[in-house]
Structure formats: structure tokens, C-alpha cells
């Protein structure tokens, strides 16, 4: 098993980043967590860069969270919540078009328990990220 030092926010971060556009990776020798965006966007191929990335065991991806991954971490919350206003209103939001807008837009009326739904996605994102580098054979140092 491989001991890097990396941020593990800054990974919970590229984790939680569902974005097609942009890649990240990981530097399994340093702990630097690279950027990538598609080269589409950019105009800018960097054809070194790619095949290094490509066949370099150095740099492994770094996952995305999937939508049905996502919409489940708020469908899990909704069932946490006590106050029956704001579960009627997440099960409601989760269930109509653009859920995860909907979920956004409810939650931001209760700012305690905004600041809950974020401290639970982001405890989520870790263990997600956590058992990822340990499939990787990857062990976070401090």
C-alpha cells in the first residue's frame, strides 16, 4: 500500500465536481491533485500530457459523483430530517422535475439544516473518496 499526502478535501472536492468538462487526477508520487479540462473547451491538446496521464500509473482519476449517487445522498437526508414541514417539502422537491434544483431551493429556507445537509454530503464524499484510494491501494498521511 502506497502513503501519500494529499488534501482529502481538495479530493472530496474534484469527487463531488459532476462536471463532464473537467478531470481530475491525482498524483499518486507528490499528492497534488491535477486539473484537466476538456481540451474541446480549451482548443488546447497537449498530446506529452495525455499520453503520460494515459500510461503512467503515477496519476490515477479521480471519480465523480453519478446523479443517482447524489440524488440518493438526498433522498437519505430527507428521511433525517425531524421537522415534518421541510420533509414534506425535501420528498416533495425530490420527486418533481429538476430534484436536485428543487432540494437546493427548499433547503436554503432552513439554514440549520442547510448547514446539517452540507456536513452530511461532505461525511459522505469522504467515505466515498476514503474507500476509493483504499481500492487503489492508497493510504491518506497527515
Same mark, same amino acid.
Given at each position: 500500500?502506497?502513503?501519500?499526502?494529499?488534501?482529502? =478535501?481538495?479530493?472530496c472536492d474534484a469527487y463531488s465536481m459532476n462536471n463532464d468538462e473537467?478531470?481530475?487526477?491525482?498524483?499518486?508520487?507528490?499528492?497534488? #491533485? #491535477?486539473?484537466?479540462?476538456?481540451?474541446?473547451?480549451?482548443?488546447?491538446?497537449?498530446?506529452e500530457w495525455d499520453e503520460e496521464l494515459e500510461f503512467n500509473d503515477?496519476?490515477?482519476?479521480?471519480?465523480? #459523483?453519478?446523479?443517482?449517487?447524489?440524488?440518493?445522498?438526498?433522498?437519505?437526508?430527507?428521511?433525517?430530517?425531524?421537522?415534518?414541514?421541510?420533509?414534506?417539502?425535501?420528498?416533495?422537491?425530490?420527486?418533481?422535475?429538476?430534484?436536485?434544483?428543487?432540494?437546493?431551493?427548499? #433547503?436554503?429556507?432552513?439554514?440549520?439544516?442547510?448547514?446539517?445537509?452540507?456536513?452530511?454530503?461532505?461525511?459522505?464524499?469522504?467515505?466515498?473518496?476514503?474507500?476509493?484510494?483504499?481500492? =487503489? =491501494?492508497?493510504?491518506?498521511?497527515?
Amino acid at each position: 500500500m502506497r502513503s501519500i499526502k494529499t488534501d482529502l =478535501n481538495e479530493l472530496c472536492d474534484a469527487y463531488s465536481m459532476n462536471n463532464d468538462e473537467i478531470d481530475h487526477f491525482l498524483d499518486v508520487e507528490t499528492g497534488e #491533485i #491535477i486539473v484537466r479540462l476538456d481540451p474541446v473547451l480549451t482548443g488546447e491538446r497537449d498530446e506529452e500530457w495525455d499520453e503520460e496521464l494515459e500510461f503512467n500509473d503515477r496519476y490515477i482519476h479521480v471519480p465523480k #459523483i453519478d446523479s443517482d449517487t447524489a440524488y440518493h445522498l438526498m433522498t437519505e437526508f430527507a428521511s433525517t430530517v425531524t421537522s415534518k414541514v421541510l420533509g414534506e417539502a425535501l420528498e416533495e422537491a425530490l420527486h418533481r422535475r429538476k430534484p436536485f434544483r428543487g432540494f437546493k431551493d427548499v #433547503i436554503s429556507d432552513f439554514p440549520e439544516e442547510r448547514n446539517r445537509w452540507f456536513e452530511f454530503e461532505r461525511e459522505a464524499h469522504q467515505r466515498a473518496v476514503l474507500e476509493w484510494l483504499e481500492q =487503489n =491501494n492508497i493510504k491518506l498521511t497527515r
